[in-house]
């Protein structure tokens, strides 16, 4: 028989242009190979830190998104009512002189009303500096909706947070936990990882109420309560110490446990730390037995540590711990019902901890030095790694949550050991070496300093003179002392308000403020297209920048359209979010592979271009004239500090190229882009392991840039900045907060982790609402941009709630039923769907999946416009008043992260099918028409 | 129909292993991506942007729950793709002789000029593996990236299929399993890896492995622990003593 013979070697492109990912959070690298200069298939880069060639379901389908009919054409001027979708196209002349003609004034009389929020930006760094650089102290991204606890709560404990800041030691760890991660954060790195972890048999523990994607693939699941987490980690915590089974030596080396409070009630440093007159921490020096500064030359801190100083006794923080966490109340029999884990799993898991970290302990023989000059011969691991994320982190009780995942850690010796958790350059960096927050307002001038950082007590809140928040989102006040990423879901809520000062225009880049990303969908719109007594909008300007055709973009009165990920250059920088590895430094940058087909600019050249026109000091030469041509051209010659600039590969050295310092390179995009579009400088052998104690990665920082001087530091068991404010509440220390919340900052702000209800189940009545709601993000969905994606559409284009089988059962439920989900702020009707592998007191959807009709190019009967739905018309940003005369925030009282995961619903079925999910929104015009009826993409022949 | 070769030389397949596939679609498409720029038709989505999008696709991934005898339920994640079977009944249903197997590695193939869209294959397919293209109306399947695996334009290292190329967590294998010796069968003789519906007759030559014990099925060898006092105070004693140990 004669065979067809289909040409095996068939010409894959023409060219391979490397760049990074857009497609999530991730920044992985891809090769995107074109054919007749148009994109023709996207595939990992293979040389690339992140994923190694690898890429996801969302990655592979870039092609889709750079070609979706829902794609921004041109600038837009509302012409009809907010919230209509009715535009006409406008010239970028006519809309950048539009944007000044708002902004300028704003800038010479008050800064602050321009409020700056930019969603999903990954150039913070970048817009920062423009917003620093115009005046206003209202800027945030949207880290206070996301994971704020967890990143707080990492920095204020271990100067680091899980993903980009650090990472498990794949390659060495033994047993592996994973809490509260779905699908993503990160999506490659770690399905990689657990493919690596299952190679080598090595067991993973996934804590979930819900079991999809890596809890599925898990080889224990815990299927915990909601809420509860860090319930179950200090009994964990509990058990170990029960037992001796903690790392007494890295505790007392490493971390302030050996450091001395003040445990005198009368005191005026109740509860504070002692320290000497040149303000150095002390403790006990167990060669003398006598106080000494922590980093003294050879001190060996005492964990027992005891010394009465003008006639105060202070105590070792570890005689705290041990009084603390040895209580009943953290027996895992106290804490099973709660949880939902039997106390004798709990404590099976706690001999499995300590088992592989004491008994299976790893030792490399890599010498090294620590920061007292003291020469170790070995690196000693404890190889138990955790990773955590949203899950644990979206609640009220969230940042506690999160500091006792660290505190357990810790307490293992596992944080920056073999086998543990491994930072990620720029980190580790204490809380101390971060900024302080600023946001006092100068007319026509630059704010004093960045608007996100670390306060230290509550002389670092941010208030105005007649004691009113100085920010719009009301960060970093007593509400939120450590609100480190602001709060961008308090911005809308507060600027309708007028609540603490009214605003003029918000600027808003890449967030669907009016639809999945706020807490009370229906009530964002209201408050976006609210008019006063006359007539006028109560927000009075919205400017916002999207590259697609979102429900945010119907509230503009003014659109930037941005260009798609393949049309733009970015850089993904150390002085921001980089893309580094443990073992390594690295950034990288994303160009425009591919020129855009049609009117639209890459918003961060047109931030370049609109500081240029309104004379912002930094972007700006003496003589006024632009100090930078576009974003590329800033990439290149921006320095943030001298021989120090966005991109660290590549720079001009005193002999020739060098990396991390040196002088801008008018070239230096060619080398990245010869590279793969990334750069990786490498961390030395004797540095890759106890960084922030090590001299010899110390100092290999500063000679990368990344620090300007060595600062090692401990870890803080103990989180003296929370001990501050709460003295502050006590009525001990100026200044105090308001008397509604001292009671709240007393129990919240304790400085040791500690686990209280979700702040809901005190508001909204458990019995009235005895289910928990999540959601997860779907594996192939980036929040709401995947529904635009036809291929994507077609993996997840729907979301019923899922429901565990017994309720399923109880309520007499079978397939194609809808339920009506009650919440104390709304309700929903939505179809349903049964889930055994599930928490029995939970329900769940997958997020953002429900599209507004008329937004991104979809028919109005696409079934994410008609099935699909959000839990946000469940969820409010304040809770339900309780007798107080009060209305909480519904956000963690430490850092103000949105409680997202707090939500309690009761549901009920409705007998009949009611065709559409409920509450029904009325559809926006689609200011880019609809996408076309059949798409067969090929651009080869 | 159409003739089956009696014997293949090779035995080109993809081990997809259960135990750590995420379900996370990544395969699902990488293939689209390269299965539309390059062999046949594109892989079309009709109402792409409506109320029924219909598309074609040559691998999905589906999920199951499993509730075991004791312990929790579990979510198993199964990508479906072409088995290329050795006894292919879509091959020999074919009228035209569209549809054929190659004789020197064993991949199915539809050759899309002969194919005149009649169906019969895909009603065939015990496993639902082929797909009508929406706008071609040709029928679409699973090639192995036969563009891919032998393609003098790729390196090396690039010469296997797309989904293999991009799955993030290794769940995907592809070799000879034909030889005995080869790493795919390695892998399927270690995990004991299995064919999908072997009662169809239809010899398959893709192989599942399937997932690992779970929860309560597995051994735990960690001994549990004991308390080093009974009381606070005990604690602090053996603190001492440890404190004495490390010198």
């Known amino acids: ?941 | 129909m159409t003739d089956l070769p009696e014997t293949t030389e090779r035995k080109l397949g993809l081990v997809i292993d259960l135990d750590i596939c995420v379900g996370c679609h990544a395969c699902v498409t990488a293939c689209k991506g390269w299965n539309t720029e390059n062999y046949g038709a594109p892989l079309a989505d009709d109402d792409a942007y409506g109320e029924e999008p219909v598309g074609a696709f040559l691998n999905r991934v589906h999920s199951f729950e499993v509730t075991p005898e004791s312990g929790p339920a579990q979510l198993v994640h199964f990508p479906r793709s072409c088995l290329h079977c050795d006894d292919a009944p879509c091959v020999t249903v074919c009228p035209t002789g569209a549809s054929w197997k190659r004789a020197e590695d064993g991949i199915v193939l539809v050759n899309e000029d002969e194919c005149i869209g009649c169906g019969l294959c895909a009603w065939a397919c015990p496993y639902g593996a082929r797909e009508m293209d929406p706008s071609a109306q040709v029928m679409k399947k699973c090639t192995l990236c036969v563009d891919r695996i032998d393609n003098e334009n790729l390196d090396p290292i690039d010469r296997e299929p797309a989904c293999v190329r991009t799955c993030p967590t290794g769940a995907r294998h592809f070799g000879d399993l034909g030889d005995p010796e080869s790493a795919v069968s390695q892998l399927v003789e270690e995990r004991g890896g299995m064919d999908l519906m072997p009662e169809q007759g239809t010899k398959p030559v893709n192989k599942y492995l399937p997932p690992r014990p779970k929860d309560e099925e597995i051994d735990v060898l960690a001994p549990l622990l004991a308390p080093v006092a009974d009381e606070p105070r005990g604690f602090l004693g053996w603190l001492d003593k440890a404190l004495e140990r490390m010198g």
């Not at chain 1, 200044?735 to 909204?764: S, V």
Request: some cysteine; charged content about 25%.
């Open chain 1, 1 to 941: 028989m004669r065979q067809p013979d289909p040409d095996r070697s068939p010409k894959v492109s023409d060219e391979v242009r490397k760049t990074t990912c857009y497609m999530c959070a991730c920044r992985c690298g891809i090769d995107v190979h074109l054919k007749n200069g148009e994109v023709a298939y996207i595939e990992g880069n293979r040389d690339h830190p992140v994923n190694h060639g690898v890429l996801c379901a969302k990655g592979a389908s870039g092609i889709m998104q750079h070609l979706s009919p829902a794609r921004l054409r041109a600038p837009l001027k509302r012409t009809g009512p907010r919230g209509s979708g009715e535009f006409e196209e406008i010239s970028w002349d006519e809309a950048l002189e539009l944007a000044v003609s708002w902004m300028k004034p704003i800038r010479e009389s008050a800064p602050e009303k321009l409020a700056f929020f930019t969603g999903r930006d990954q150039s913070q760094s970048f817009t920062s500096y423009w917003a620093q650089a115009f005046g206003t102290p209202n800027y945030a991204a949207h880290g206070g909706f996301c994971s704020v606890n967890m990143a707080a709560a990492g920095i204020y404990t271990m100067g680091g947070a899980f993903w980009e800041f650090g990472q498990p030691d794949w390659e060495r760890t033994k047993l592996f936990l994973l809490f509260g991660v779905a699908e993503d954060h990160d999506s490659n790195p770690l399905k990689m990882g657990l493919g690596r972890l299952k190679e080598r048999g090595v067991k993973t523990i996934g804590v979930n109420p819900i079991r999809t994607g890596y809890n599925a693939v898990a080889d224990e699941w815990v299927g915990i309560t909601p809420g509860t987490d860090g319930l179950f980690i200090l009994a964990l915590v509990h058990c170990l110490l029960e037992a001796g089974k903690i790392d007494l030596d890295y505790l007392a080396r490493w971390t302030n446990a050996p450091a001395l409070v003040d445990e005198d009630p009368k005191s005026d440093r109740y509860g504070l730390l002692l320290r000497d007159d040149e303000d150095r921490l002390l403790v006990i020096d167990r060669r003398t037995g006598r106080p000494a500064p922590y980093d003294g030359a050879g001190v060996k801190p005492d964990l027992r540590g005891k010394v009465r100083r003008a006639g105060i006794t202070h105590r070792s923080v570890f005689q705290l711990i041990a009084g603390r966490y040895l209580s009943k109340d953290f027996a895992p029999e106290a804490v099973e019902g709660r949880t939902g884990v039997p106390a004798a799993r709990i404590r099976r898991i706690a001999a499995e901890l300590a088992h592989v970290a004491f008994d299976q302990a790893i030792e490399i023989d890599q010498p090294w030095t620590d920061f007292r000059g003291e020469r170790h011969e070995k690196m000693i691991g404890r190889p138990v790694s955790v990773h955590a994320m949203r899950g644990i982190s979206a609640h009220s009780n969230g940042f506690q949550t999160c500091r006792a995942l660290h505190f357990l850690q810790i307490l293992l010796g596992s944080v920056e050991t073999p086998g543990g958790f491994r930072f990620k350059p720029p980190y580790p960096k204490s809380a101390e070496a971060h900024p302080k927050p600023c946001a006092d307002p100068h007319p026509g001038q630059p704010l004093d300093g960045p608007h996100l950082g670390f306060v230290h007590g509550p002389e670092d809140l941010l208030y105005r003179e007649d004691g009113t928040p100085a920010r719009i989102d009301k960060a970093f006040t007593w509400e939120n002392p450590m609100s480190a990423h602001g709060l961008m879901h308090m911005v809308i809520s507060n600027a309708h308000a007028g609540d603490p000062y009214r605003i003029d225009t918000l600027f808003l880049y890449m967030a669907n403020m009016a639809w999945n990303s706020s807490m009370g969908t229906g009530r964002a719109m209201e408050m976006l297209s609210d008019t006063d007594e006359d007539g006028e909008y109560v927000i009075p300007r919205i400017i916002y920048s999207d590259a697609y055709s979102s429900e945010m973009v119907a509230y503009a009165d003014l659109v930037l359209p941005d260009t798609t990920y393949l049309e733009r250059h970015d850089c993904i920088s150390l002085l921001d979010r980089p893309i580094s590895e443990p073992d390594a430094a690295a950034d990288a940058i994303r160009w425009p592979v591919v020129e855009p087909d049609r009117d639209v600019r890459g918003f961060q050249s047109v931030l370049v271009d609109l500081a240029a026109r309104l004379g912002l000091p930094g972007f700006v030469e003496e003589d006024g004239t632009p100090r930078y041509a576009d974003y590329a051209d800033y990439m290149i010659r921006h320095e943030r500090r001298p021989g120090v600039g966005p991109l660290a590969g590549w720079r001009v050295g005193e002999t020739g190229m060098t990396h991390g310092r040196g002088a801008p390179n008018e070239a230096q995009l060619d080398s990245y882009i010869a590279n793969g579009g990334f750069w990786m400088g490498h961390v030395p052998a004797e540095g890759a392991f106890y960084k922030p104690w090590n001299m010899a990665y110390q100092d290999w920082a500063v000679e990368t840039g990344l620090t300007d001087a060595p600062r090692p530091y401990l870890f803080d068991l103990f989180c003296e900045p929370l001990r501050r404010f709460q003295l502050a509440a006590e009525g001990r220390t100026e200044p105090q907060p308001p008397d509604h919340l001292r009671e709240r900052i007393k129990l919240t702000l304790d400085p040791l982790p500690i686990w209280y209800p979700p702040m809901e189940d005190g508001h909204a009545d458990p019995v009235e609402y005895p289910l928990h709601a999540l959601t997860q993000r779907p594996p192939a969905m980036y929040h709401s941009w995947g529904g635009q994606n036809a291929w994507l559409r077609q993996i997840h284009g729907s979301n019923p709630l899922y429901l565990p089988s017994h309720l399923w059962q109880a309520h007499g439920f079978s397939e194609g039923d809808w339920a009506r989900v009650s919440s104390a702020h709304g309700e929903i009707v939505v179809p349903v769907a049964e889930m055994a592998a599930l928490n029995d007191n939970t329900v769940w959807t997958w997020n953002a999946i429900g599209k507004r009709k008329g937004a991104w190019a979809l028919d109005d009967k696409a079934p994410e416009a008609t099935k699909g739905f959000l839990l946000n018309h469940l969820i409010h940003e304040l809770l339900p008043e309780k007798g107080d005369g009060l209305r909480w925030s519904n956000s963690d009282p430490v850092t103000g992260q949105a409680a997202w995961f707090d939500l309690r619903v009761r549901i009920e079925r409705v007998d009949r099918d009611p065709g559409e999910s409920y509450p029904v929104t009325e559809p926006q015009a689609s200011p880019v028409g609809r996408g076309p009826k059949t798409v067969a993409q090929k651009v080869g022949e």
